[in-house]
């Protein structure tokens, strides 16, 4: 009885303890597990935190590369060294006056710009709303004539007066002058080419007379831009509504006739904004915008207005800040060498005078070139002029990039010469009792005259 009592507790002790002993080498494994997986969450964020450094570590060499690829571009726009006004106005004479006859400026008042007049470091002046709001038309005349004399005491060109009176949205100068439609308005119910002719030489002819009130000797318009599709959100562009017709073959009539009567006053008259904004949806004040079709459809739509009347006397035409992708997708064609010297002046037989779009906004202040930058290219380009109208932002900074081509010896003296010869033309504006130059006297076979 005691040996079976004995067995059966040797028994129950062996079954007893041989859970105790599994669960003993249980606990060491589960203490390995358990060692092991904290190893895995140690590892985990080990991995986590190299992820995390890693990042940091591209985010801070793309910083370093963002910062680096900013530098380099600051360090390829011009100018290299921003000069002040004064600085710019008490450099050499001859490098101020020949530059400076390229620009046509923008200003706040006439004792700002009087004295860019004076150093002949301009070639023109820009009369818009902020100019004349408030004032009587004799004021206005009176200041700009002073300027004009200025200009004749120094032996120079009359000084271009820019205006930008299309009638309608864009009429800068109305009041004091009187307001008008648009040219769009006043043809929109006519039906024959003689009413409308009637209508739009009439319409000239009134604009004409207010715009010599103030001696405005050049009006930006007409805008020849077609008139295309539906009304858009295209900004402070408006261009639906500022368009003369869809119809290019209207445009070019009406574009020419109001011409014709311009230039018998003794007023250029400016066709805009080559290669046409009919098309584009992007605002040029922001940002650059761009035309995407083929030449061909361009050349038999959008630039018909502007290769029919571009090359008529007393013509100007005002070049935009929009890419032709088929030419010069990388460059806005306000300074493109490619759409100056590949289509404007070969494709159009055009030798007239090109200006820019305002060189102050968006679409040129925001290009990789600065406006400093594209400045020195619209005039290797052989644009004539170019239309600054934010005088005290960007004057500094376009004269100063000049000045620093001009002394590398970086920009083109035989697109200059031609733009003194196209001016000649114009011969309201450079009026002077001049000899010809040596260029012309050859091709007449008149010999020149010896020293």
Wanted: aromatic letters at 6%; a positive charge.
């Amino acid at each position: 009885m005691i040996i079976a009592r004995t067995v059966v507790l040797a028994f129950v002790s062996v079954t007893l303890l041989a859970p105790l002993g599994g669960s003993s080498d249980a606990h060491a494994a589960y203490k390995r597990k358990s060692h092991a997986g904290q190893s895995s969450r140690d590892r985990y964020r080990a991995a986590r935190i190299e992820r995390r450094n890693r990042l940091l570590a591209v985010r801070a060499k793309s910083a370093a590369a963002a910062k680096a690829e900013a530098a380099a571009l600051k360090a390829t726009q011009r100018p290299a060294k921003l000069l002040t006004r004064a600085q710019i106005l008490a450099s050499d004479p001859e490098r101020l006056a020949r530059l400076g006859s390229r620009l046509v400026v923008g200003f706040s008042s006439f004792s700002e710009v009087r004295s860019l007049v004076e150093k002949k470091a301009i070639a023109g002046i820009f009369i818009t709303d902020n100019n004349v709001a408030g004032r009587k038309a004799e004021d206005i005349a009176r200041h700009i004539q002073d300027l004009q004399n200025i200009r004749r005491a120094q032996g120079m060109p009359r000084l271009i007066v820019a205006a930008d009176q299309e009638g309608g949205y864009v009429s800068r100068l109305s009041p004091p002058l009187k307001w008008q439609p648009t040219l769009g308005m006043v043809i929109a119910k006519l039906k024959t080419d003689s009413e409308r002719e009637k209508a739009v030489r009439d319409y000239a002819e009134l604009q004409a007379r207010e715009l010599d009130r103030l001696g405005i000797t050049m009006n930006f318009g007409p805008v020849v831009d077609l008139q295309l599709g539906t009304p858009r959100n295209d900004g402070e562009t408006r261009i639906y509504w500022r368009a003369i017709s869809s119809n290019p073959y209207v445009v070019a009539k009406v574009a020419g006739w109001y011409c014709d009567t311009l230039t018998k006053f003794n007023i250029i008259c400016t066709l805009k904004h080559f290669p046409g904004l009919g098309r584009v949806a992007r605002d040029t004040h922001v940002a650059s915008g761009e035309l995407k079709q083929k030449l061909s459809q361009l050349e038999l739509s959008d630039w018909l207005p502007f290769r029919r009347v571009m090359t008529e006397p007393g013509v100007a035409t005002m070049v935009g800040h929009v890419r032709i992708d088929a030419v010069d997708p990388a460059t806005p064609a306000s300074f493109s060498e490619a759409v100056v010297n590949q289509v404007i002046r070969p494709r159009f037989e055009n030798d007239g005078l090109l200006i820019t779009d305002d060189f102050s906004m968006g679409a040129v202040t925001g290009s990789k070139e600065g406006v400093g930058g594209a400045a020195v290219k619209a005039f290797n380009a052989g644009i004539d002029l170019i239309l600054l109208c934010a005088l005290d932002a960007h004057y500094d900074i376009v004269m100063s990039s000049l000045i620093e081509a001009d002394i590398k010896g970086e920009t083109a003296l035989t697109r200059e010469q031609e733009t003194t010869e196209r001016l000649k033309h114009y011969v309201f504006v450079d009026d002077r009792e001049l000899p010809p130059s040596a260029p012309l006297r050859a091709e007449q076979g008149v010999p020149p005259v010896s020293p």
